[in-house]
C-alpha cells in the first residue's frame, strides 16, 4: 500500500472554542498535529496573560489521557491593550503571538480594533521583544465589495504597517488571494498559513447546485485563479507559507441558517486534505516541509521529531459529528477521501 511518513506536524492557526465544545473538537487536533496555535476570539475573548494561562489549563484538562499536545497562545489585541501586557506575554513563555482582528470582521470579533493605527504603541513593544503579530487581514467597510476586502486590506493597513514597523515580525493568516502571495513574496518579516479549503476549493463550491453554508469561511473563497495561486505557493517549497488550518467548529443550526456563521470544521482530517492538495498537483513531496517545518522555524521554535503516517485509502467523511447543541458537519462532509491518517 502506498504510505507517506511525515514529521508530525503542527496547526498554526486553530480555533478550539471552550467548554464542551472544546472537549468535543480538541481529541480531534491532538491526533493530528503536536502543537497548535489557538486563536484567542472566545466569547469573552483571551485578552491578558492571565485569561491566556487560565484558558491553557483548560485545553490541557481536556487533552485525552496518555496524549500528547501543546497549546501556543494567543492574546486577543483590542483598542485597549497596553505595551505592558506584551512585555508580560514574553515573560510567560506560552504566549506565542497577538492576533489583530479588524472589529466585526469575522466570527466574535465585535471587541477588535477599531482603528490600527490605535496600536502602534503595542507594535513598537511587539517589534521590541520580537513577538510575532497574527493577521486576520481583511478591511471592514462594507462599500468594500466581499470579494476585495484581504487585497484592500493589505493596501490600505498592511503596506502602511510594515513601512512603520519593518522589523516586526507578521503572519498574515489564512491568505486567500494571488495579492496576498505576492504581498508576502515581496516583504521582509512577514509570513502567512493557507487553510486546506483555499487550496481545494473557490467560490463556486459555496454556489454547487444550491448555498452551501458549510463552504462558508472568511476571508470567503475566491475565484479559481486566487485557488491557484494559493497551491503554487503552499506547494513552492518557500519556507514563507506554511499550514494553518483554520479549523473554526460551529453547530450545524448555526450555519444552516438564515444568517449563518462563518467557519470550517477541518480538524477531523486536515492532514489528508492538505495531502490530496498537494498531489493534485505532484507535489507531495513538499508536504512535509510546508506541514511540519515552516511553521516551527517562523516561531523559532524546535522541529517536532515524531512522525505520522498517511495511507491512501478511500474513506467516507461522517455526514456529522457530535458537538455541542447540534452537531458539527466536517468539510466536505459525506464526501470520499483518498488518504487516511493511520
Ligand atoms: N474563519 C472563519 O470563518 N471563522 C473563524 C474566525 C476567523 O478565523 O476569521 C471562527 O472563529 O469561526
Ligand atoms: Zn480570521
Ligand atoms: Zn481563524
Same mark, same amino acid.
Given at each position: 500500500m502506498e504510505t507517506l511518513t511525515l514529521t508530525r506536524p503542527d496547526d498554526w492557526h486553530l480555533h478550539l472554542r471552550d467548554g464542551a465544545a472544546l472537549k468535543a473538537v480538541l481529541p480531534h487536533t491532538v491526533r493530528q498535529f503536536a502543537r497548535a496555535i489557538v486563536m484567542p476570539n472566545l466569547k469573552p475573548p483571551v485578552r491578558t496573560v492571565d485569561e491566556a494561562a487560565a484558558y491553557r489549563d483548560r485545553i490541557l484538562a481536556a487533552v485525552p489521557t496518555g496524549q500528547q499536545f501543546e497549546p501556543l497562545m494567543t492574546l486577543y489585541l483590542t483598542d485597549n491593550t497596553r505595551p505592558e501586557e506584551i512585555l508580560a506575554a514574553k515573560a510567560a513563555e506560552f504566549v506565542k503571538a497577538v492576533k489583530y482582528y479588524p472589529a466585526g470582521a469575522t466570527t466574535n470579533s465585535d471587541a477588535g480594533v477599531t482603528e490600527i493605527s490605535k496600536c502602534d504603541r503595542v507594535f513598537e513593544a511587539m517589534q521590541q521583544v520580537n513577538m510575532p503579530l497574527l493577521l486576520?487581514?481583511?478591511?471592514? /467597510?462594507?462599500?468594500?465589495d466581499m470579494f476585495d476586502r484581504e487585497k484592500v486590506f493589505i493596501e490600505k493597513y498592511l503596506i502602511p504597517l510594515k513601512q512603520r514597523f519593518p522589523q516586526l515580525r507578521v503572519v498574515l493568516e489564512h491568505i486567500t488571494t494571488s495579492e496576498a502571495v505576492e504581498f508576502v513574496l515581496a516583504t521582509d518579516n512577514i509570513a502567512a498559513t493557507i487553510t486546506p479549503q483555499h487550496l481545494l476549493f473557490n467560490r463556486n463550491s459555496l454556489f454547487q447546485g444550491g448555498l452551501r453554508p458549510? %463552504? %462558508?469561511? $472568511?476571508?470567503i473563497l475566491k475565484r479559481e485563479t486566487h485557488r491557484q495561486a494559493l497551491l503554487r505557493a503552499a506547494t513552492s517549497g518557500n519556507p514563507k507559507f506554511f499550514l494553518g488550518t483554520d479549523s473554526a467548529p460551529h453547530p450545524r443550526n448555526g450555519k444552516e441558517s438564515s444568517c449563518g456563521c462563518a467557519g470550517c470544521f477541518s480538524a477531523l482530517h486536515a492532514m489528508e486534505l492538505y495531502a490530496e492538495a498537494f498531489e493534485s498537483v505532484d507535489a $507531495? /513531496?513538499?508536504l512535509e516541509a510546508f506541514a511540519s517545518f515552516y511553521g516551527p522555524d517562523f516561531y523559532q521554535m524546535p522541529r517536532n521529531s515524531a512522525r505520522i503516517t498517511l495511507s491512501k485509502t478511500t474513506w467516507r467523511i461522517p455526514d456529522e459529528l457530535p458537538f455541542v447543541d447540534d452537531g458539527l458537519v466536517p468539510l466536505r462532509a459525506g464526501e470520499a477521501m483518498t488518504w487516511k491518517m493511520v
Open positions: 486576520h487581514g481583511e478591511v471592514t /467597510d462594507s462599500a468594500v458549510h %463552504y %462558508y469561511c $472568511l476571508p $507531495l /513531496d513538499k
